[in-house]
């Protein structure tokens, strides 16, 4: 008998270790760990600087995804931490960068943006962000009320947004508190749990045990949060 499903819409914190972006199924990642821990196995969609308009978009547009929402057990709306991240250029404008032709144009310009980063990131004080608030509340909303529409009582759980330590972004991360408050009231609207990823990862990143870009973590990090993603999942699920 095949074994039930936890379906994960997630950034790259689900799947990036200490030195590098693992495969999805490798079994030290914090979806594995968790859905491992509730019998099950991990279906994950995720893309690095995936913000919670990301995820609308994998639900609406991807056909993986779709066949495997009418089976998953559980679903969770990992999604969050990398829309608090300062962002000095417009997204369409940082994200249009590799669209850039001729190529030395595009590394030029790619460049030029990362050195400039952090220093804008301290200039502006961390603003604007990648993703504003009351958007990622929208898109998450969104998410919920078409999985609702088609699995009515499939359980569902979000995050608080994970905090990071990177000298990418200046160390500024003023747009996490906000976040942060906009994402609690949605769950009390809303009855979604969240896990309480910065209670779990502070400690890890900020003692230099995770990833040396400040932001992704370590596999001691990976599974406490798994595990305590699992604990809050359980007695959701049959």
């Known amino acids: ?72 057990d559980a679903l969770v709306l990992a999604l969050g931490s990398m829309d608090t991240l300062p962002s000095p250029l417009p997204t369409y404008l940082r994200e249009g960068l590799r669209h850039l032709r001729p190529d030395p144009l595009r590394r030029f310009a790619r460049s030029s943006y990362l050195a ?13 962000v990648a993703l504003p608030p009351h958007l990622t509340v929208a898109y998450l909303d969104r998410c919920l009320r078409a999985v609702r529409a088609i699995r009515p009582g499939l359980p569902v759980a979000g995050i608080l947004p994970s905090v990071h330590n990177s000298a990418d972004y200046g160390h500024v991360h003023t747009g996490h508190a906000p ?4 994402l609690r009231a949605w769950s009390a609207r809303t009855e979604v749990p ?38 809050l999942l359980r007695p959701m699920l049959p």
Do not use: C, K
């Open 1 to 72: 008998m095949s074994r039930g499903r936890l379906l994960v819409l997630g950034d790259s914190l689900a799947f990036h270790g200490p030195e590098h972006a693992l495969p999805a199924d490798d079994p030290r990642l914090w979806p594995n760990i968790a859905a491992a821990g509730l019998g099950r196995a991990a279906e994950l969609f995720a893309g690095f600087g995936w913000t919670a308009r990301h995820g609308w978009w994998a639900l609406t547009g991807d056909p993986r995804l779709w066949s495997v929402l009418p089976s998953a």
């Open 116 to 128: 400039a980063q952090p220093h804008l990131a301290r200039l502006l004080r961390g603003h604007p």
């Open 194 to 231: 969240l896990l309480d990823l910065p209670a779990l990862v502070r400690p890890h990143i900020f003692g230099g045990a995770g990833n040396p870009d400040g932001m992704h973590w370590g596999y001691s990090a990976h599974a406490e949060v798994g595990t305590a993603l699992a604990a």
């Open 179 to 182: 976040a942060a408050a906009a």
